[in-house]
Nanobody, 127 residues
Framework: QVQLVESGGGLVQPGDSLRLSCTAS????????ISWFCQAPGKEREFVAS???????FYEDSVKGRFTISRDNAKNTAYLQMNSLKPEDTAVYYC?????????????????????WGQGTQVTVSS
């Protein structure tokens, strides 16, 4: 089991960039799929991006071409590079981990399938 801590959020202007980090403690980070979800006030938690244990990636349509998910297993850390930020990207961003499963490529965007969550980091995009 891993534990997750997010960092890198902040207040930025539209068009700016941020890089979020998700650092894991515990064993076996390289065997987990890592995803980012976001939750805005009054809304449900929504999928943003995923990276599998074999480094395959998936993105929510609204962030394709703007966000990039990556991982550095030597540092037990996953990243979310967020470029061309928009006010509608404002939310608390959470990273989540799940062990390998045969249906991961069909359920990567389902929050209930993730066993471990970080505490979240606030991203605010405003002029």
């Amino acid at each position: 089991q891993v534990q997750l801590v997010e960092s890198g959020g902040g207040l930025v202007q539209p068009g700016d960039s941020l890089r979020l980090s998700c650092t894991a403690s515990g064993r076996g980070f390289n065997n987990y799929a890592i995803s980012w979800f976001c939750q805005a006030p009054g809304k449900e938690r929504e999928f943003v991006a995923s990276i599998g244990w074999r480094h395959s990636t998936f993105y929510e349509d609204s962030v394709k071409g703007r966000f990039t998910i990556s991982r550095d297993n030597a540092k037990n850390t996953a990243y979310l590079q967020m470029n061309s930020l928009k006010p509608e990207d404002t939310a608390v961003y959470y990273c989540a981990a799940r062990p390998p499963s045969a249906d991961w490529d069909r359920t990567y965007d389902t929050p209930s399938r993730y066993s471990t969550w970080g505490q979240g980091t606030q991203v605010t995009v405003s002029s």
